[in-house]
């Protein structure tokens, strides 16, 4: 039974339009404050605000998608041998009780975390829903909580939401392209330079060196918000 292929495209679909939109209207949002290449008379805000909005709608679906993704990849990696059945009621409810059994997506989680490839699946599958996690407590806070819209937040604190989307979509793509290697001992990053890093088998740890760079530089536009913030308070 393999029931987490088709489930990756849900999550990686979603965050890819995060990715895209909370880029574009960053570049946007500053090119139209700053008055660049004549934005201000171009873009007014209400296209960045659609643009944060589809962003953040992306996000929940892909939260979802790859919550039920990592779900039924544990129940494939446990190998436990369970066919559907939907024609009856006992086939379906024999069904829905095998998904909400915890000890199948359990042993699942142990068998994958004693093989390399899908180790590193679960690892940076934890890793990348953190970062996703870090833009939507940005969003919750200004949005939700102060009212304030995220393009008219400090210029750093834009940064690390649209940067936290970005690095954490490249995450999902190389989490994809190692289950591609686990199951066809190939992926569509395989020949890509530079990309190719991205797997766990190349010599460069490009998403290692991704992740601490992204941690330094957030720690650098919080110190670079609480120095402004203080500047202007006196």
């Not at 201000?40 to 998608?65: K, M, P, S, W, Y």
């Not at 939700?144 to 995220?150: A, D, E, G, T």
């Not at 650098?220 to 913030?229: A, E, G, H």
Request: charged residues 10%.
């Amino acid at each position: 039974m393999v029931l987490h292929a088709p489930s990756i495209h849900f999550h990686i679909g979603a965050w890819f339009v995060t990715a895209i939109c909370t880029s574009l209207a960053l570049v946007m949002n500053l090119f139209q404050k700053r008055e660049i290449l004549n934005f201000h008379n171009r873009i007014n805000e209400e296209t960045v605000q659609n643009l944060d909005f589809a962003a953040h709608v992306g996000g929940l679906i892909g939260l979802g998608g790859i919550l039920v993704a990592s779900y039924l990849g544990l129940i494939d990696a446990s190998g436990v041998d369970f066919h559907l059945s939907l024609t009856n009621i006992e086939g379906i409810l024999d069904t829905i009780l095998f998904f909400f059994d915890l000890s199948v997506p359990i042993q699942g989680l142990d068998k994958a975390m004693n093989q390399s490839q899908l180790g590193y699946k679960v690892v940076w599958t934890v890793v990348g829903m953190q970062f996703y996690l870090i833009s939507g407590i940005i969003r919750f806070y200004f949005v939700s909580l102060k009212k304030i819209k995220i393009c008219e937040t400090h210029l750093g604190i834009q940064l690390i939401y649209s940067g936290a989307a970005v690095l954490g979509f490249v995450m999902m793509v190389s989490i994809s392209a190692t289950g591609g290697i686990y199951t066809f001992n190939e992926s569509f990053l395989t020949d890509i330079p530079v990309l190719n890093n991205l797997l766990p088998s190349y010599q460069i740890p490009l998403l290692q060196i991704l992740t601490v760079f992204f941690g330094f530089f957030a720690f650098l536009m919080i110190l670079f918000v609480i120095v402004s913030t203080i500047r202007s308070e006196k």
